[in-house]
């Protein structure tokens, strides 16, 4: 049998409906087939030939297509066994450059499927989409960069500037640790099937130098503590971890509330919390 080469696979929806694949609301499952919307997304990764790219949750492959022929070699946590044959397939056409991976990725090492510097470039799952972000953003793992696909109201609070009705936790977390841009936005028409809502790329490089693990660490209590309560003050809201002395030793004004606070400021913040304990 004759293998095709990635330019003569059949289109997206004709290998799902051979497949008789369906999209399954327990895993967040929303397909993106139109390649020219994946090619795009490729484009803005800024990925190209022999690069090492990991891609979590690739379902029926139309991002993974689009970055395979970047001459990129790409590496899939696919959880949901039902699409190996069809990505099988384009394994098959990608001459080696696709390695398959069944496994879940809030579980996985990927240091280690990476075996080296790599891109993280998905249109992840809606229902783990903003816990695998922090685990990338704080775990041991340090991608050179990360082009993901959001919920929009996600991506949103990913590039919050203080002030924003959006800023949060989250915000402030990712932009310790990388710059971040909402680079794309996509109507819920584009997918298959339609989500309820709409969704955004967010483009994120990590910053160099990279931030103190420990430093990341105090700022996600001093985030969670001061944004569980962001209409008190942060003397009230930060009580439990120093209160009005700590403000006063990072030089924020404890009489203000977390939304009002940069991200520098929440970066000051967690290291006087560092220096109380």
Known sequence: MTIPSLANLPPLREALERHGLLARKSFGQHFLLDLNITRKIARMAQVGEGDTVIEVGPGPGGLTRALLETGAKVIA??????FLPLLGELAEAADGRLTLVEGDALRADMAALAGGPAHMVS?????????????????PFRPLSMTLMFQKEVADRIAAQDGDDAYGRLAVISQTVC???????????????????????????????????????ALERVTAAAFGQRRKMLRSSLKT????????????DPDARAETISVDGFQDLARAFQALI
């Open 77 to 82: 946590v696919e959880k949901d066994s039902r």
């Open 123 to 139: 249109n992840l799952p809606y229902n783990v989409g903003t816990q695998l972000l922090i685990d990338w953003l704080t775990g």
């Open 179 to 217: 710059s971040a841009k909402v680079v794309m936005d996509l109507p819920a028409r584009a997918f298959t099937p339609p989500p309820k809502v709409a969704s955004a790329v967010v483009h994120l490089v990590p910053l160099a130098p990279a931030p103190d693990k420990a430093m990341v660490s």
């Open 241 to 252: 971890l120093g209160g009005g002395a700590l403000c006063e030793a990072a030089g924020i």
